[in-house]
Each structure stands twice: as C-alpha cells, then as structure tokens.
C-alpha cells in the first residue's frame, strides 16, 4: 500500500502561504487564523488534485502540483477574507442597548 505525500505537502503549502498572508496583512486575524490555515489546506490539496487532473506540469514536487496548489490556496485564503469582512463582527446577544 502506497500513501500518497499530497495531504503532507498541501499542509506544508497552507502553512507558508497562511503565514505569508498573516506577514502581508500585518494582522493575525484572531480567531479565523485556523479558518485560513484549514481553507488554505483545503485549496491547496485540491489544486494538486486540480494541476494533476488537468496535467499541468509547469512547476512540481514530484507527483505534487506546487503551482496549482499555490494557486487555489491563494483563492481559498481571499474568500475566507472577503467573507470574513463581509459577514457579522460579533454576536448580536454580546452588543449594547443604545436606549439604556
């Protein structure tokens, strides 16, 4: 039985370019930071799935698509972004009366 290294490099791949988007926005995100790393993780195991499927073979690791994986973790990393500027910055039990 033959395991596949895909889910280590896809890690390997989330953990850099999490970290480079934490370097780049100067600002660690609180408590989406594992959404980015689990998001990132996510795109680049299925951009490796992707780049193999569609045999692009510009930049690899072996069998490991590194520019397609870098890719769609990028794309995975920027919807967490914009939905987490888009969506509710807090809890609507945790806000204040303005009438008290």
Do not use: Q
């Amino acid at each position: 039985m033959t395991i596949s290294p895909a889910p280590i490099l896809a890690f390997l791949v989330a953990v850099f370019h999490t970290a480079l988007f934490v370097f780049i926005r100067n600002d660690a995100g609180g408590r989406r930071l594992p959404i980015f790393l689990i998001a990132a993780f996510l795109g680049a195991w299925v951009g490796d799935a992707l780049g193999a499927r569609l045999e692009l073979e510009f930049l690899t690791l072996g069998d490991f698509h590194l520019l397609t994986a870098s890719i769609v973790a990028w794309l995975a990393i920027a919807i967490v972004a914009i939905v987490g500027v888009l969506g509710p910055t807090g809890s609507p039990y945790a806000r204040r009366d303005p009438n008290r």
